[in-house]
């Protein structure tokens, strides 16, 4: 069964059809002949012509677009195409995509922009979906755009890469996508006879109908990442009124967030006392939660964390959030304990175990993917910190090898948290998640090497803590 190669049918052949039931019989039975033929017919019969102006203007808008692709097996660094005609840009052949050579093909599915909370939860179900119906695919995250206005005319979606073993992949993934009859764009990509690669343009109203048809034009990388657009738009919050609009939006529907909103304390700025505070920062077990304690007791200093005891009850609901929920939680946290620094700094040193190095680090982390030279470039505005939030007078970055790391969490033992599973699985993100801490800017973090036994790092921290606050 092949998508792409389908010519439409004609509305002659349509009215010999007898029946979609019969015809959606005949589809599911693998090595029917003219089984392609069928499928193509089933959809159109499904989807009528009521559409065809949407249709018409939606192919337009296909050609204008750029698609973006994150790093993967095959491309280390995102790849960018598009459709339009444009006289000098080269075609895009199966050198640029190998899975495509053997007669594969691959898929991009866009979800239209429309309110963002519910956009970012379709996004999430979707890829979710995806993966499940899908799971021998590769399903990666897809950006597209208009050259003109990046940041407003941005859609998420996914582009994935069934194995050539997975005849039926593309008709599980229209199963899916029948369950999303609104503002999901189908294409299907496939290699042509002169090795070029084509896109097919599918309508999804109750159905799939392929509408257009172009070649695929290779895109050079741009100088400023879409990617880093798109998470500014739907991950990273740099004020609290930002993150806040977030958890108004989703609070119809995921009461915890009202209770979340609650805590947030309305008087601003905040009033800081004359102590110092000072963040403990790094990846999960790297020994935070050890030093903290350590210093607490050293200093005789208050210790808070992120995020604040008051709001983490509720922290396991945001984690199966849209990354925009789940971070605008986070970025609100942050908000949240710096009142209670605040309020500490006035009789005491405070300490923190992690802070806003952690919200935006992860965030980026997740959010870029690929090895650290897919991440923004150092002094990019992502790694500044947000001008109303409470600064802290001095972050320590504990870092430690990853093998003495991971012999930690095993010899821990305690529940993992699924980020923590997937550090554990993927040496790439955690080298993001380092090297996004390492950019991060006023304050930047101050390293220590965390691997010597724990009375060495205490002594190393304290060192700095001596140097860097009046203590
Ligand atoms: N310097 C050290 N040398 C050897 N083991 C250490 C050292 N510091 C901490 N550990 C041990 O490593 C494990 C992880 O430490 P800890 O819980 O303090 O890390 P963490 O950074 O707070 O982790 P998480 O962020 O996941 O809560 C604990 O079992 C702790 O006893
Ligand atoms: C504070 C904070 C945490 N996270 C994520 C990063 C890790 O996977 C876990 C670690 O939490 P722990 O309480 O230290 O074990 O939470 C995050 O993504 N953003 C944040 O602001």
Redesign the pocket.
């Known amino acids: 069964m092949d998508l792409a190669f389908v010519s439409s049918p004609s509305r002659n052949t349509m009215k010999v059809l007898a029946s979609v039931g019969a015809l959606s019989q005949m589809l599911l039975t693998p090595g029917c002949r003219g089984h392609k033929l069928l499928l193509q017919l089933y959809f159109y019969t499904r989807s009528g012509l009521a559409n065809s102006r949407r249709m018409a203007s939606s192919s337009l808008d296909q050609k204008s677009r750029i698609f973006a692709v994150e790093p993967n097996i095959y491309s280390p660094n995102p790849f960018y195409f598009t459709c339009s005609r444009g006289p000098s840009a080269p075609f895009m052949t199966p050198k640029d995509w190998p899975m495509l050579d053997q007669g594969g093909l691959a898929f991009s599915v866009c979800i239209a922009k429309g309110a963002r909370v519910k956009t970012a939860s379709l996004h999430k179900s979707l890829g979710q979906e995806l993966s499940q119906q899908l799971p021998d695919s590769e399903i990666l995250r897809l950006i597209s755009y208009s050259p003109e206005n990046l940041p407003g005319s941005l859609e998420k979606g996914f582009f994935i890469l069934p194995p050539h073993s997975c005849p039926d992949a593309q008709k599980r993934l229209c199963k899916v996508l029948m369950k999303y009859p609104q503002g999901i764009q189908l294409c299907s990509y496939s290699k042509g006879e002169e090795h070029e690669i084509w896109q097919c343009l599918w309508e999804l109203n109750g159905g799939a109908k392929e509408t257009a048809r172009s070649r695929v034009l290779r895109v050079e990388e741009p100088v400023s990442s879409p990617f880093v657009d798109s998470i500014k738009g739907s991950a990273m919050f740099y004020s609290l009124e930002d993150a806040c609009d977030v958890l108004e939006e989703c609070s119809s529907v995921i009461p915890e967030a009202k209770e979340v909103l609650a805590s947030v304390q309305p008087h601003r700025p905040l009033d800081e006392g004359r102590f110092p505070v000072i963040v403990i920062e790094?990846?999960?077990?790297?020994?935070?939660?050890?030093?903290?304690e350590s210093l607490r007791s050293h200093l005789n200093a208050a210790l808070l964390k992120s995020p604040p005891d008051c709001i983490s009850q509720w922290r396991t609901i945001f984690d199966s959030e849209s990354a925009l929920i789940k971070r605008a939680y986070y970025a609100i946290g942050n908000y949240i304990g710096a009142a209670e620094i605040a309020k500490a700094s006035k009789t005491s040193p405070v300490i923190v175990?992690?802070f806003w190095h952690s919200t935006a680090a992860y965030t980026i982390a997740t959010e870029m993917g690929g090895g650290i030279h897919n991440l923004p470039d150092h002094h990019h505005d992502v790694y500044q910190w947000p001008e109303d939030l409470l600064r802290p007078d001095l972050v320590i970055l504990?870092t430690v090898s990853d093998e003495?790391r991971i012999h930690?969490?095993r010899?821990?033992g305690l529940q993992e948290t699924k980020e923590?599973r997937e550090l554990e699985a993927n040496s790439m993100f955690r080298q993001r998640v380092e090297e996004a801490y390492k950019r991060m800017e006023n304050p930047a973090c101050l390293i220590i090497d965390?691997?010597?036994?724990?009375a060495?790092?205490l002594q190393e921290a304290l060192a700095l803590i001596k140097k860097h606050c009046d203590i």
Request: proline letters at 7%; zero cysteines.
């Open positions: 790094g990846l999960d077990a790297t020994g935070k939660s050890t030093l903290t175990d992690r504990l003495e930690r969490i010899k821990r923590e965390a691997s010597p036994p724990m060495v790092v």
